[in-house]
């Protein structure tokens, strides 16, 4: 290998549920609920129709799918139909707070079938954490960052998207490949080269509601269900940098033990962590205790964790734009109210398993190099 290149080995290990969109959403007629056993299955709809075929059932099943009501493990129950060979490996969602599911969020899989976590979602959160450091070191720098502006009276995501795309590449941009600083070859983020995931054994799936869940500890399920790992699930990947490209910036020697047994990156995740817990995540009594080496990752962590807001404003004047923000972009997000709660958002993203409150994509993270 050559020697400007270092690999780590990254392990995750999840402490709440966690879920990877595979873009994919599965009806109520399209999955089995076994509500007695408490268990989920996403039948192979070929070996489905074959079965279905083999008892002269098609017609039936045709007449269900296009506007019958009820779900498909009535539609087999009714008609005698033992869902095994079709039926697929079964999925525990025990400690779910609702007994009937909508529409479910697929987590997802490769090729043979098997949940994983693409490499792309492992260097968004890496890249949320840098960004946030990077910020917080320049926040005096005035001219720096820009930030959406309303447009009567209302947000436009294209015009926050692109607010937010120009501070991360004065931020970011600074390989100088080319005259072009808005170019992505430019980005310092290509020095960082993360593996997909080793795959993750389907036993360690479940299926979670979205919660949204208020300072004052009112909850509001929404009628979101997402395919998730489990907590306590260890998840491996590795890590390739390429110090050629790091070593004349910022991010050079940025997963080297230091004098204190810790990495510039693990400290940079730390300070996040503080951060998050103290400005925000405090408001919230019910959730897991705070862990300095937490990483969050996947879809539904929250505002705060998809931004670099944290690193980028100070605390009053994050929240009045947060609050202001929010308000505009979601007029029934009633957060117009955020400034005299203290805190933005107002509600936390959480999940139920098992009977206990989670906030959602939550990992503990361990860097090593190999």
């Avoid at 400690?95 to 976590?117: C, L, M, Q, S, W």
């Avoid at 001219?143 to 692109?162: A, I, M």
Wanted: positive net charge.
């Amino acid at each position: 290998m050559n020697s400007y290149l270092r690999t780590y080995r990254i392990k995750l290990k999840t402490l709440s549920p966690v879920h990877i969109g595979g873009g994919v959403k599965v009806g109520k007629k399209e999955y089995i609920y076994d509500k007695a056993r408490q268990l989920v299955y996403f039948p192979n709809t070929v070996k489905l129709i074959e079965a279905l075929k083999s008892r002269s059932l098609l017609a039936e099943y045709e007449a269900f799918i296009l506007g019958r009501q009820g779900d498909l493990h009535r539609f087999l129950l009714e008609n005698g139909v033992e869902y095994g060979g079709f039926s697929g490996e079964a999925i525990s969602v025990k400690g779910v707070t609702d007994e009937r599911f909508n529409e479910i969020h697929t987590f997802i899989k490769d090729a043979y079938g098997e949940p994983y976590i693409p490499g792309s979602s492992l260097k968004g959160a890496f890249r949320t954490v840098i960004l946030n450091d990077m910020a917080y070191n320049e926040r005096n720098n005035k001219s720096l960052f820009s930030l959406p502006r309303p447009n009567n009276g209302r947000y436009n995501k294209f015009d926050s998207l692109r607010a937010n795309k120009s501070n991360e590449q004065k931020l970011l941009n600074v390989l100088g490949r080319n005259n072009n600083s808005g170019n992505a070859v430019n980005d310092i983020m290509a020095a960082f080269r993360f593996s997909d995931s080793e795959p993750v054994s389907r036993n360690a799936l479940t299926i979670c509601r979205k919660i949204d869940l208020s300072i004052q500890g009112n909850e509001n399920p929404i009628s979101t269900f997402r395919e998730c790992i489990k907590p306590d699930v260890e998840i491996k990947f590795s890590l390739t940098v390429d110090s050629k490209l790091t070593q004349k910036t910022v991010l050079s020697d940025l997963f080297e033990i230091g004098k204190g047994g810790s990495s510039r990156f693990m400290q940079m995740l730390d300070c996040f962590n503080n951060d998050y817990f103290n400005e925000f995540e405090r408001f919230f009594e019910e959730v897991a205790p705070f862990y300095p080496n937490m990483l969050f990752i996947g879809g539904g962590v929250g505002f705060l964790n998809k931004t670099m807001l944290l690193g980028m404003l100070e605390k009053e004047k994050r929240l009045d734009f947060t609050a202001d923000f929010l308000t505009k972009a979601f007029r029934n997000g009633h957060h117009e109210a955020d400034k005299k709660l203290g805190v933005s958002p107002h509600m936390l993203k959480t999940t139920m398993y098992n009977g206990n409150r989670y906030e959602i994509g939550q990992c503990l993270l361990e860097i090593e190099e190999i």
